[in-house]
C-alpha cells in the first residue's frame, strides 16, 4: 500500500499534463518515496487519455482512470478516492492552479494532528466575475445551511485515509466536497497557499454549468425549503399588509386607495412565491428520483495501472 495517493481529475487537459506530472514527481517524494498519482480521465474529447497512457508507461506509480464519458468533477474526484490506495489521499485539480509544491506542506499540517488539511487560496487567481460568484454561493450556502462551509477552500487538500473511506462510504448522486467534509466532523486545518494562474487555455466550468453545480449543493446541504416556507409566510404576511393598507386608506382616511395596491401587489406577490416554492418542491423531487434510482456514480471504461 503506498503511503499516498494522490488524485487529479482530468477533463480536456492534455497540455497541463506533461508539466503537473513533472512537478508531482518532484514534491511527492519529499513526502515519501512510495506514492501514486491516480489521473481520472472524466470523459475528455482530447489526447487526455492518450497523455495519461504515455506517463504510466514512463512509471509505474502513475496510474490512470478513464470514464466512459463527463460525469463531473465531484464524480471523478469519487472514482480516484474509490480507487486510491494510500494512508493518506490528496486531491487537486489538474490545471495547475493548485500547486503541486504545496501537498508537503498540506501533509505537515495534518501531521500535527488533523484528519484534513484544506488549501486556504487566499486571493484566487480567477476572473472578478468568478471571485464574486464564488463568494455569493458561499455567503448563500451558509445563511441556508448554517454549516459555516470556509469559502476561501476548494477540493485542494490532504486527508487521511480513515476520512477518505468515510467520504467514500457516502454515495450520493449530488456531490459537493466541502458539504460533504463538513459532515464528517473531522478536524480540519487550513494552510494558507498560492493560488496560480491556469496553465492554458478557459477553464471547462461555464457560467450555466457553474449554475447547476451551485443548485445541486444548494438543494443537497443547504435545505432550501426551510426558507421557501418562510418566504412563503412572508409573502403572506406582505399581502396582508397591503390589504390593511388598503383599508386604511378607505375607511380611516376616507381616500381612495391605489388599485395596484388593492389588487396588483398582492396577486403578484403571492404568484412568485408560489411558483418559487413549486420550483423549489420541484427541484427536490428530481434529486430525490435521482438519489432512488441508486445508479452508479460513474462507469469505468478503461484502467491503467489500476485494478
Not at 468533477?73 to 493548485?98: E, N, P, Y
Amino acid at each position: 500500500m503506498p503511503f499516498i495517493s494522490a488524485v487529479v481529475p482530468v477533463y480536456n487537459e492534455e497540455s497541463c499534463l506533461p508539466e503537473l506530472s513533472r512537478r508531482l514527481m518532484a514534491s511527492l517524494p519529499l513526502i515519501s518515496p512510495d506514492f501514486e498519482i491516480i489521473f481520472v480521465d472524466d470523459g475528455s474529447r482530447d489526447g487526455s487519455w492518450a497523455e495519461i497512457l504515455g506517463l504510466t508507461r514512463t512509471d509505474a506509480r502513475m496510474k490512470g482512470l478513464r470514464l466512459t464519458r463527463n460525469f463531473g468533477q465531484q464524480r471523478a474526484i469519487a472514482a480516484g478516492m474509490d480507487h486510491s490506495s494510500g494512508g493518506w489521499v490528496a486531491i487537486m485539480d489538474c490545471d495547475l492552479q493548485d500547486r503541486p509544491e504545496e501537498i508537503p506542506r498540506l501533509y505537515s499540517k495534518v501531521r500535527e494532528g488533523f484528519e484534513i488539511a484544506l488549501a486556504d487560496r487566499g486571493r484566487r487567481n480567477d476572473p472578478p466575475s468568478i471571485r464574486l460568484a464564488s463568494r455569493l454561493f458561499y455567503f448563500v450556502f451558509n445563511l441556508l445551511s448554517g454549516i459555516g462551509h470556509y469559502g476561501r477552500a476548494g477540493n485542494f487538500g490532504i486527508m487521511s485515509r480513515k476520512a477518505a473511506d468515510t467520504i467514500c462510504s457516502m454515495r450520493e448522486r449530488t456531490r459537493f466536497l466541502g458539504g460533504l467534509i463538513d459532515w464528517t466532523g473531522f478536524p480540519v486545518a487550513y494552510v494558507e497557499v498560492v493560488h496560480d494562474r491556469r496553465c492554458s487555455g478557459k477553464s471547462a466550468y461555464s457560467f450555466p454549468a457553474r449554475c447547476v453545480r451551485a443548485a445541486g449543493a444548494l438543494i443537497a446541504y443547504a435545505a432550501p425549503m426551510r426558507p421557501a416556507v418562510k418566504l412563503g409566510l412572508c409573502s403572506a404576511a406582505a399581502a396582508f399588509c397591503c390589504g390593511a393598507g388598503a383599508i386604511y386608506f378607505s375607511m380611516i382616511r376616507h381616500a381612495s386607495a391605489p388599485d395596484w395596491s388593492v389588487i396588483a401587489a398582492p396577486m403578484y406577490f403571492l404568484a412568485g412565491a408560489g411558483l418559487l416554492l413549486l420550483c423549489v418542491i420541484g427541484m427536490y423531487a428530481a434529486y430525490a428520483f435521482e438519489e432512488i434510482r441508486a445508479r452508479p456514480l460513474y462507469v469505468v471504461l478503461d484502467k491503467a495501472g489500476l485494478k
